[in-house]
């Protein structure tokens, strides 16, 4: 089930082309694929096509039985994921348009995540502020393609920005991200991470992994939004 919820009402619409076993089977071989791009392996050079196909199998199965829902002056998307869906980026789902490739996030003005719907609701709750300084965080371990770029793209929206990691002459290790990011209004992380509890969860920095568990206790991100 799909659940979309307006300031209007709240709308189901059953996902039949998509029952839960056959996510799983679907969301391991993603992960297989996300496996393949980061170490190079034997047969990475042919994954992409095969990425297409699936954000697109995805937009269709996932995506278009909540569009027929959509009011079409809607232009924001708010994604609250559950169990799998945490794992698919639903911006990228993607369909044919005439002859190229047309990503979810090419269609609308904004789309966000939130992990869970209370979670949502407080950020909701919460008075509007400026924001001007962004700190980033840019490919820390080296072997994450274009991720220079979307920092460099984000950068642009900010008066001020400051950028750590590959590329910079700041390596982007713990303790200087402890140092730099008590300075942000906006904290981007364009790396790898793995998922879990808080001692399992994690972010890939330059010297190692970083918990979340530290990311909680030793980063300063009161004025900061993620």
């Known amino acids: 089930m799909a659940f979309l919820i307006s300031n209007a009402d709240v709308k189901g619409v059953e996902l039949k082309d998509l ?13 297989k694929i996300l496996g393949q791009l980061r170490t190079r392996g034997p047969g990475s050079d042919g994954v992409h096509a095969e ?7 995805w937009y269709a199965t996932v995506f278009e039985p909540v569009r027929a829902l959509l009011p079409a002056h809607v232009r ?4 609250v994921p559950h169990l799998f869906f945490h794992l698919i980026p639903m911006h990228a789902l993607c369909k044919q348009h ?9 269609e609308f003005e904004e789309i966000s995540y939130a992990p869970s719907m209370s979670i949502f609701a407080r950020c909701t709750e919460r008075p509007l502020r400026d924001v001007s300084t962004l700190v980033a965080v840019q490919n820390p371990t080296g072997d994450l393609p274009r991720s220079e770029s979307e920092v460099e793209a984000i950068s642009k929206l900010f008066p001020k920005s400051l950028t750590i990691g590959t590329g910079t002459s700041t390596p982007a290790t713990a303790e200087v991200l402890i140092q730099k990011a008590r300075f942000a209004d906006v904290f981007l992380f364009a790396g790898h991470s793995t998922g879990g509890d808080l001692e399992q969860a994690a ?14 206790t030793k980063l300063y991100l009161n004025n900061c939004s993620l």
Not at 51 to 56: D, G, I, N, S
Not at 76 to 79: A, D, E, L, M, P
Not at 99 to 106: A, E, F, K, P
Not at 203 to 216: E, K, Q
């Open 76 to 79: 924001r998307i708010v994604f």
């Open 51 to 57: 990425m297409v196909q699936m954000l697109e199998a």
């Open 203 to 216: 972010l890939f920095l330059g010297d190692g992994r970083m918990r979340a568990s530290d990311l909680l």
């Open 19 to 31: 029952p839960t076993p056959e996510l799983r089977i679907q969301v391991d071989r993603w992960l």
């Open 98 to 106: 005439c002859g190229t490739v047309r990503y979810l996030i090419d």
